[in-house]
């Protein structure tokens, strides 16, 4: 499993790397030519994942979602273009090979020489390269090297050890990923599709299974997370190991609560769209600063990105925006762009708006989600996500397993009527920090004295210093943090919510990042201020940042809070993998709870055990499935989901089990008709009643049918059977489980 996750992480990432980077940089090269190679890669990923995404629309609305069609546009038409670009040069190229090759059929040009003669060529490749942009970086690089290490280690071990979903959430995009590549967009209605678009796309150019693809990309994510935060901020912070330690302290310390970052394990869009964001305001910074439009296109193209990749990145980068047109409004004005980067934020929500409304005039309604993001815009908070619908179940199966009662009417955590001095604002903002988001009312204070210092040492740069652009950007992180943090507290406070509070709370642990580089910043500049060289200067804010590292280890507080939200059993999924990679398609059935039908679905056929029991409820005297091959997930200690919960490493998922029993299996279920919408519900508020009689189906099952029924795989809590029938001469599954159920009198001798 581990290798087999690994291979595809790697596999993605080279196809990532193929279709969203090089590929656009043969075609834009000359547009940013003169740039430093962090900027080229980040403004060739723009435009690749923008282009990904409109190709994606095409072709899922043209119902030509294919692999030949995908080739054509994500391949062939970038290479055909850069052909007719760069013509002259390839012809050139081209006539010097021709001409190698007649002087080697000649014997004019020896072969040891041409080969001499390519390797010197990739030599001097290579030593420029290394000498342009590694040598002097090497300490650097190798301390990035370092943090990210502990970051795929520490976000990675669920995917790179377990198939099971880590999050309710999950089933749901493979679902719609499925769907889109059986040319099925929207299933539910329109959503932001840039995660799924990316998936389905190099999954599809590769050849590799969208199914593990997606369920791994969560690492990837992670990945391209945290190292586009670290390249704006060493866009943003002039020293760059307080940029270098700041980044290293939000990785690796305990600043913050699990909910900030619980969900950078899992492959979820908004966390994905926090690379989109990430490159908006580099885009956006680097036109105001350089005043060039390579860098407003990456601005206007990450903010179509943003929109694609979820509507709450959507609605913090249009929080940003604004924070940076008040603080940068002057200066824009003074260069006569301010005018340019409005038209272009009007242009890229243009442009984001076109996708859905093309899928609008096609007839395709807003996924319930964005129903409820667009309702809250307009003032009504009465509806709910799916998500929050199954949270409230489940917290309310909770609270009758314990006996708890939970008042109706939720009052908001803060009173701000009761705010009556600045003191006690600032205790209120210290407890909002507190409560959700910072792990310790010391973290809270230290943050908040943070962009106190950060707005200020901003104020005072802008009225004393010359050049003042450094000075406006603390002023704008400030801000931003400022206006991050009260979008957080809307819920705190009883105001209107725009994003949910915990997903703010992700939002604002990034936008802290800053804010932590600050003191290594004021350090630096004051080393540089007394003469200092700016070498030495460096080493010395590294020796500093080294220091502050190592008494966050020595005290313990490196991130340890780790958990996934248990939905399908780790077993459960491992053989549906195992079917997909190893079964020929549509030979196989699976017998399971609804959540592995996303899975399985474009590959083999599912089987909802609900059907299966209604029908042996009503007594159905046959009963077929029509595949050579079933195989039935029973569980012998039933997942109890009062609490879905657990621990990264699996070990207490046997404390949240209940064993199958006689009593359960005779108890009535009354499963609603198929298509109604309580009916999966059974499976998390019913199911030991459930599970108990397949178990005893089952065991009835291997008393008729011995020779065709063997044991798939097994572990303390699920057993897979697989059955194997002649597919001419199909198995009749209507046996009567109440034979193989102990008698009450036997059921009560052994007790």
């Given at each position: 499993?581990?290798a087999?996750n690994?291979t595809?992480?790697?596999?993605?990432a080279?196809?990532y790397a193929?279709?969203?980077?090089?590929?656009?940089?043969l075609?834009?090269h000359a547009?940013v030519?003169e740039?430093g190679?962090l900027?080229r890669?980040c403004?060739?990923q723009?435009i690749g994942?923008?282009?990904?995404?409109?190709?994606?629309?095409?072709l899922?609305?043209m119902?030509?979602?294919?692999r030949w069609?995908v080739?054509i546009?994500?391949?062939?038409?970038p290479?055909?273009?850069?052909l007719?670009?760069?013509?002259?040069?390839?012809a050139?190229?081209?006539?010097?090979?021709?001409?190698?090759?007649?002087?080697?059929?000649?014997?004019?040009?020896?072969?040891?020489?041409l080969?001499?003669d390519?390797f010197?060529i990739?030599?001097d490749?290579v030593?420029?390269?290394?000498?342009e942009?590694?040598?002097g970086?090497?300490?650097e690089?190798?301390?990035v090297?370092?943090?990210?290490?502990?970051?795929?280690?520490?976000?990675?071990?669920y995917?790179?050890t377990?198939?099971?979903?880590?999050?309710?959430?999950e089933?749901?995009?493979?679902?719609?990923i499925?769907?889109l590549l059986?040319?099925?967009i929207?299933?539910?209605?329109?959503?932001?599709?840039?995660l799924?678009?990316?998936?389905?796309?190099i999954?599809t150019?590769?050849?590799?299974?969208?199914?593990?693809?997606?369920?791994n990309?969560?690492?990837f994510?992670?990945?391209?997370?945290?190292l586009?935060?670290y390249?704006?901020?060493r866009?943003?912070?002039?020293s760059?190991f307080?940029?270098?330690?700041?980044?290293?302290?939000?990785?690796?310390s305990?600043?913050?609560?699990t909910?900030?970052?619980?969900r950078?394990q899992?492959?979820?869009?908004m966390?994905?769209g926090?690379v989109?964001?990430m490159?908006?305001?580099l885009?956006?910074?680097s036109?105001?600063k350089?005043?060039?439009?390579t860098?407003?296109?990456?601005f206007?193209?990450?903010?179509?990105?943003?929109f694609?990749?979820h509507?709450y990145?959507a609605?913090i980068?249009?929080?940003?925006?604004?924070?940076?047109?008040i603080?940068?409004?002057?200066?824009?004005l003074r260069d006569?762009?301010l005018?340019?980067?409005?038209?272009g934020?009007?242009l890229?929500l243009?442009?984001?708006m076109?996708?859905?409304?093309?899928?609008y005039?096609?007839g395709?309604?807003?996924?319930?989600?964005?129903?409820?993001a667009?309702?809250?815009?307009?003032g009504?908070?009465?509806?709910?996500?799916?998500?929050q619908?199954?949270?409230?179940?489940t917290?309310?199966?909770?609270?009758?397993?314990?006996?708890?009662?939970?008042d109706?009417?939720?009052e908001?955590?803060?009173d701000?009527?009761?705010?009556?001095?600045p003191e006690?604002?600032v205790?209120?903002?210290?407890?909002?920090?507190?409560s959700?988001?910072?792990?310790s009312?010391f973290?809270?204070?230290?943050?908040?004295?943070?962009?106190a210092?950060?707005?200020?040492?901003g104020?005072?740069?802008?009225?004393f210093?010359?050049e003042?652009w450094?000075y406006?950007?603390?002023?704008f992180?400030?801000?931003?943090w400022?206006?991050?943090?009260?979008l957080?507290?809307?819920?705190l406070?009883?105001?209107?919510?725009?994003?949910?509070?915990?997903?703010?709370?992700t939002?604002?642990?990034?936008f802290t990042?800053?804010?932590?580089?600050?003191?290594?910043?004021?350090?630096?500049?004051?080393?540089?201020?007394c003469?200092?060289?700016k070498?030495?200067?460096?080493?010395?804010?590294?020796?500093?940042?080294c220091?502050?590292?190592g008494?966050?280890c020595?005290?313990g507080?490196?991130?340890?809070g780790?958990?996934?939200e248990m939905?399908?059993?780790?077993?459960?999924?491992?053989?549906?993998?195992?079917?997909?990679d190893?079964?020929?398609?549509?030979t196989?059935?699976?017998?399971?709870?609804?959540?592995?039908?996303?899975?399985?679905?474009?590959?083999?056929?599912?089987?909802?055990?609900?059907?299966?029991?209604d029908?042996l409820?009503k007594?159905?005297?046959k009963?077929?499935?029509?595949t050579?091959?079933?195989?039935?997930v029973?569980?012998?200690n039933?997942?109890?989901?009062?609490?879905?919960?657990r621990?990264?490493?699996?070990?207490?998922v046997?404390?949240f089990?209940?064993?199958?029993?006689?009593?359960l299996a005779?108890?009535d279920l009354?499963?609603p008709?198929?298509?109604?919408?309580?009916?999966d519900?059974l499976y998390?508020f019913?199911?030991q009643?459930?599970m108990?009689?397949?178990?005893?189906?089952m065991?009835?099952?291997k008393?008729?049918?011995?020779?065709?029924i063997?044991v798939?795989y097994?572990?303390d809590?699920?057993t897979v059977?697989?059955?194997?029938?002649?597919?001419?001469?199909?198995l009749?599954?209507?046996?009567?489980?109440t034979?193989?159920i102990?008698?009450?009198?036997?059921?009560?001798?052994?007790?």
């Open positions: 499993m581990i087999a690994i595809n992480i790697i596999e993605f080279a196809g193929l279709v969203v980077i090089f590929l656009p940089s075609c834009f547009f030519r740039k190679w900027y890669i403004f060739y723009t994942n923008v282009y990904l995404i409109s190709i994606g629309y095409l899922a609305y119902k030509c979602f294919y069609s080739l546009f994500m391949v062939l038409i290479l055909l273009l850069n007719l670009v760069r013509r002259k040069s390839v050139a190229f081209l006539r010097e090979r021709r001409k190698n090759i007649k002087d080697i059929a000649a014997g004019v040009y020896g072969r040891r020489k080969r001499r390519l010197m990739g030599k490749h030593q420029n390269y290394y000498r942009n590694i040598k970086n090497l300490l690089l190798a301390l090297f370092l943090v990210m290490a502990f970051v795929l280690y520490f976000f990675g071990m995917k790179f377990s198939a099971a979903y880590g999050h309710t959430d089933e749901t995009h493979l679902y719609w499925q769907s059986d040319n099925n929207f299933p539910v209605g329109m959503y932001p599709f840039g799924h678009f990316l998936t389905g796309v999954s150019v590769l050849g590799i299974s969208a199914v593990r693809t997606y369920l990309i969560a690492v994510s992670t990945f391209m997370i945290f586009s935060v390249i704006l901020l866009s943003l912070i002039r760059r307080a940029a270098l330690g700041a980044w290293a302290v939000f990785a690796v305990d600043i913050f609560t909910v900030t970052y619980f950078f899992f492959s979820f869009p966390e994905f926090l989109a964001l490159l908006m305001l885009g956006l910074i036109y105001v350089e005043k060039e439009n860098s407003l296109w990456m206007i193209l990450s903010v179509f990105w943003c694609q990749a509507f990145v609605i980068a249009g929080i940003l925006c604004v924070c940076f047109g603080v940068f409004c002057v200066r824009m006569k762009m005018f340019k980067v409005i038209a934020g009007i890229a243009i442009l984001s076109l996708p859905y409304g093309c899928g005039l096609l395709y309604p807003f996924e319930r989600s964005i129903n409820w667009l309702s809250i815009m307009q009504d908070y009465g509806m709910e996500t799916l998500e619908q199954y949270e409230e179940e917290e309310k199966a909770s609270q009758n397993a314990s006996g708890e009662e939970k109706d009417e939720d908001p955590e803060f701000l009527s009761k705010v009556h001095s006690d604002a205790r209120t903002v210290l407890e909002m920090l507190a959700k988001t910072v792990s009312m973290y809270a204070k230290i943050i908040l004295a943070l962009n210092f950060a707005l200020l040492y104020l005072f740069g802008i009225i210093a010359k003042k450094q406006l950007i603390y002023v992180l400030a801000l931003a400022a206006a991050l943090f009260a957080h507290s809307c819920y406070v009883g105001a209107p919510v725009l994003v949910e509070m915990y997903r703010a709370a939002f604002l642990a990034v990042v800053p804010l932590l580089a600050m003191p290594g910043q004021f350090c630096y500049d004051c080393l540089i201020r003469g200092v060289q070498k030495i200067a460096d080493y010395l804010v590294l020796a500093a940042g220091a502050v590292m008494a966050i020595s005290h507080a490196v991130k340890k780790r958990y996934f939905t399908v059993t780790e077993a459960d999924m491992r053989v549906c993998m195992d079917l997909i190893n079964y020929k398609k549509e196989w059935t699976v017998m399971s709870t609804t959540n592995d039908l996303s899975a399985v679905w474009r590959d083999g056929y599912h089987y909802e055990i609900l059907d299966l029991l029908k409820e007594n159905k005297r009963i077929f499935i029509p050579k091959y079933i195989f039935v029973t569980e012998k039933v997942t109890q989901y009062y609490e879905s919960k621990k990264i490493d699996r070990s207490n046997i404390d089990t209940v064993p199958v029993s006689p009593e005779r108890q009354h499963i008709e198929e298509g109604s919408k309580g009916r519900r998390y019913q199911r009643i459930v108990s009689k397949l178990y005893y189906w065991e009835q099952m008393v008729v049918f011995p020779n065709e063997s798939y097994e572990d809590c699920v059977y697989k059955i194997q029938q002649d597919e001419y001469f199909l009749n599954l209507a046996v009567d489980y034979k193989s102990p008698a009450e009198e036997e059921d009560g001798n052994g007790s």
